[in-house]
């Protein structure tokens, strides 16, 4: 099934397993090892992404929920007592505590942790968390004023940094997605289109192929730069236009990224020249992205080149970002734990997983890669080059 982590194509959604519970459990002991270093007793996690990640379920903050994993014991949450039942059909824990709508929730979460001993506790805090308003913090030093605080800012989010190979077959399954949609994209691309009308296609297959409904990423088009994080249009394509397109398809809740470009019409020699060369660098620097390399090494090789080659006057963004598990109601849209840049200085480890993406004269490309010790590998098997509409696309 697994070929250095990537799901074989075409591979049946329901042939994708679901997550075991002891996945789950190793999950929370790794997440253990790190309280007992830093001397948390009990971890509070709030966050969307890494309450998926430490228990399988995912609710927005409109009203404010928590997950805690003891040093010992079995987790606990608190959260709406209308949520409790769909908490327990996704979560492999089943110990809930449920407060009313017009209850004070984080009231309501300082009681539970001191009803069960942890009221002068050590607490391990993400203050780094969009969940844990300055509000709601300050409401729990107040209420459990006999508690430690331990700052555990971003050690849930770095926990998810390597990926387990059922959480690669599913990235896998994702890349699929993005594979058969934008090769549809390619042949639907033409003079008298809109980016509104390959949204639309997008959105559909993203449906029917797996993917759950959302957001289906940038699709704009133009001339020139400066459109690549533009708008939905419908205002028809002309030839001589550049469509980007870059698909975000997640399958339960993992997504792979995929840019790619499309010339309404005939591509400029200097246009193909241009994507050649980019595909070369963004190539050499997948091969580089091996266990121990340091980021700002694999950045230099796409910031560095593209610059020495003319294509860029300058170079302000990243070159990649961590993917994986991304919310259904995201606050972030990327996940910058792990970010390619000159100051990146991180190390690779193998299992790590990210989405590689860069632009160039109106061009772009991307791809979502896994670290392995052979180097960077693309989960996606859609040919690397620049595309066109029409008879030569």
């Known amino acids: 099934m697994l070929e250095h982590g990537v799901l074989?194509?075409?591979?049946?959604?329901?042939?994708?397993?679901?997550?075991?519970?002891?996945?789950?459990?190793?999950?929370?002991?790794?997440?253990?090892?790190?309280?007992?270093?830093?001397?948390?007793?009990?971890?509070?996690?709030?966050?969307?992404?890494?309450?998926?990640?430490?228990?399988?379920?995912?609710?927005?903050?409109?009203?404010?929920?928590?997950?805690?994993?003891?040093?010992?014991?079995?987790?606990?949450?608190?959260?709406?007592?209308l949520d409790i039942v769909p908490f327990r059909e996704c979560a492999w824990f089943s110990e809930a505590v449920g407060y009313q709508d017009t209850d004070d929730a984080v009231a309501v979460v300082a009681s539970e942790l001191a009803r069960r001993g942890y009221g002068a506790a050590n607490?391990?805090?993400?203050?780094?968390?969009?969940?844990?308003?300055?509000?709601?913090?300050?409401?729990l030093e107040q209420l459990l004023p006999g508690a430690r605080f331990i700052d555990m800012t971003a050690v849930p989010w770095e926990a998810r940094l390597i990926k387990s190979d059922l959480e690669l077959e599913h990235i896998g399954r994702a890349a699929y997605i993005a594979d058969t949609t934008m090769s549809e994209i390619r042949g639907l691309a033409r003079a008298g289109v809109s980016s509104r009308d390959m949204s639309a296609h997008a959105a559909g297959r993203y449906v029917q192929l797996g993917s759950s409904p959302g957001y289906v990423g940038p699709i704009t088009y133009g001339k020139g730069w400066g459109f690549l994080h533009g708008f939905l249009s419908e205002t028809p394509m002309v030839p001589g236009d550049i469509l980007h397109v870059e698909l975000v398809p997640k399958f339960r809740g993992y997504s792979a990224r995929l840019m790619r470009s499309v010339v309404i019409g005939q591509a400029t020699?200097?246009?193909k020249a241009a994507a050649a060369e980019i595909v070369r660098l963004q190539d050499e620097q997948?091969?580089?992205?091996?266990?121990?390399?340091?980021?700002?090494?694999?950045?230099?090789?796409?910031?560095?080149?593209?610059?020495?080659?003319?294509?860029?006057?300058?170079?302000?963004?990243?070159?990649?970002?961590?993917?994986?598990?991304?919310?259904?109601?995201?606050?972030?849209?990327?996940?910058?734990?792990?970010v390619f840049s000159p100051s990146s200085k991180w190390k690779l480890q193998s299992g790590m997983t990210f989405h590689m993406y860069t632009s160039a004269q109106g061009l772009a490309f991307s791809e979502s890669v896994v670290v392995t010790p052979e180097g960077g590998r693309r989960f996606s098997k859609l040919e690397r080059r620049l595309f066109e509409s029409g008879p030569r696309g």
Do not use: C, W
């Open 286 to 338: 997948f091969a580089a992205m091996r266990p121990g390399a340091v980021a700002s090494d694999v950045d230099a090789i796409l910031r560095t080149g593209l610059l020495r080659a003319g294509l860029r006057d300058s170079y302000d963004n990243i070159t990649g970002y961590t993917i994986g598990f991304y919310s259904q109601q995201p606050i972030r849209s990327s996940d910058f734990t792990r």
């Open 269 to 271: 020699n200097e246009q």
């Open 123 to 139: 607490i391990g805090i993400d203050y780094g968390s969009h969940a844990m308003s300055v509000s709601s913090f300050r409401k």
């Open 8 to 81: 074989e194509h075409g591979m049946d959604v329901a042939e994708v397993r679901q997550f075991p519970v002891s996945e789950f459990e190793e999950r929370a002991e790794r997440l253990r090892v790190i309280m007992r270093q830093r001397g948390a007793d009990v971890m509070l996690v709030d966050d969307i992404e890494p309450l998926a990640y430490f228990t399988g379920y995912e609710r927005s903050v409109s009203f404010y929920r928590a997950a805690f994993i003891p040093l010992q014991g079995e987790p606990f949450m608190v959260l709406r007592s």
